[in-house]
């Protein structure tokens, strides 16, 4: 059985800095890249950080410069570290890998909140 488990959430001021954690199991995580998505009220999801299994690491132009995207396999765990976080950054933050995300399987996400 496939569970996300995302952590770290929070409410911080804008400019401030939060690190999520999401840990996958029921696979095996290091033969599939991850991805960090948000959905804030009234919007879609959007794709925010991906990191490939050879550790290649692509962002939303949004969030470029400010967000960093890492992985430990040995702990089925990726990483999104924020930093200069902005009220528009304000969203529900969800991991998953690509054929989990297909099957609409999702975790509970982890509610980020930036204050101006």
């Known amino acids: 059985q496939v569970r996300l488990v995302e952590s770290g959430g929070g409410l911080v001021q804008a400019g401030g800095s939060l690190r999520l954690s999401c840990t996958v199991s029921?696979?095996?995580?290091?033969?599939?890249?991850g991805n960090w998505y948000r959905q804030a009220p009234g919007n879609q999801r959007e794709l925010v950080a991906s990191i490939s299994m050879s550790g290649r690491t692509t962002y939303a132009d949004s969030v470029k410069g400010r967000f960093t995207i890492s992985r430990d396999n040995s702990k089925s765990t990726v990483y999104l570290q924020m930093s200069n976080l902005k009220p528009e950054d304000t969203a529900v933050y969800y991991c998953?890998?690509?054929?989990?995300?297909?099957?609409?399987?999702w975790g509970q996400g982890t509610q980020v909140t930036v204050s101006s």
């Open positions: 029921g696979i095996i995580f290091s033969g599939n890249a």
């Open positions: 998953n890998v690509p054929f989990i995300a297909a099957r609409r399987q």
